[in-house]
């Protein structure tokens, strides 16, 4: 079964720099497929962060960026910030039984 | 206003079914593929079942045979039909736009509906 396999925790101090990994396989990332990332405070639904690898919706702060290379993507946030306190998934398309659809397994981002 | 609202969430039995409503509203919905992901209680993102606009469906195994997602362009609405509903299907249910087809993102959520399964 395919997994997107992400740190379950990281943290950081305000203004410090961030990131979260996905790992992927050869069904997914590696095979080509765009890696996406979403944000969910506490208590709300998802949003989506980052598409495409690399690309922010409207709106979304040039704090938040994105990169893939090989069967893995990381999610960089810079300026770290009260507000950014939240859980973070990343998601791809997946050529394997487990897709087409497939989530991380969610990384919660404490800002300390 | 471009949203979603889901509905049909309560408690239900173990084996029962269930039905599940997400009405659109703000864009063409006739337009964009449709989907259910779902979370448990302090559990991550699970993809439960896509749409596209010409009805085509999807499933991962987990849910395969026991769930059944439809649309009715008409009413602007999606839905998802639960059987055999087991304790592991426990979780808020939110529907999902996708971005663009084939993209295989979603831009769009609503705020979800609880699905409780227990005896």
């Known amino acids: 079964q395919s997994v997107l396999t992400q740190p379950p925790s990281v943290s950081g101090a305000p203004g410090q720099r961030v990131t979260i990994s996905c790992t992927g396989s050869s069904s997914n990332i590696g095979a080509g497929y765009d890696i996406h990332w979403y944000q969910q405070l506490p208590g709300t639904a998802p949003k989506l962060l980052i598409y495409g690898n690399s690309n922010r919706p409207s709106g979304v702060p040039d704090r938040f960026s994105g990169s893939k290379s090989g069967t893995s993507a990381s999610l960089a946030i810079t300026g770290l910030q009260a507000e950014d306190e939240a859980d973070y998934y990343c998601?791809?398309?997946?050529?394997?039984?487990?897709?087409?659809?497939?989530f991380g397994g969610g990384t919660k981002l404490t800002v300390l | 206003e471009v949203q979603l609202v889901e509905s049909g969430g309560g408690l239900v039995q173990p084996g029962g079914s269930l039905r599940l409503s997400c009405a659109a509203s703000g864009f063409t919905f006739s337009s964009y593929d449709m989907h259910w992901v779902r979370q448990a209680t302090g559990k991550g993102l699970e993809w439960v079942s896509g749409?596209?606009?010409?009805?085509?469906?999807y499933y991962p195994g987990s849910v395969k045979g026991r769930f059944t997602i439809s649309r009715e362009n008409a009413k602007n609405s999606l839905y998802l039909q639960m059987n055999s509903l087991r304790a592991g299907d426990t979780a808020v249910y939110y529907c999902a736009r996708e971005h663009s087809s084939p993209d295989w993102y979603f831009d769009l959520w609503g705020r979800g509906t609880l699905v409780t399964v227990s005896s």
């Open positions: 998601q791809s398309y997946d050529s394997s039984l487990s897709g087409p659809v497939l």
């Open positions: 749409i596209g606009t010409a009805g085509d469906t």
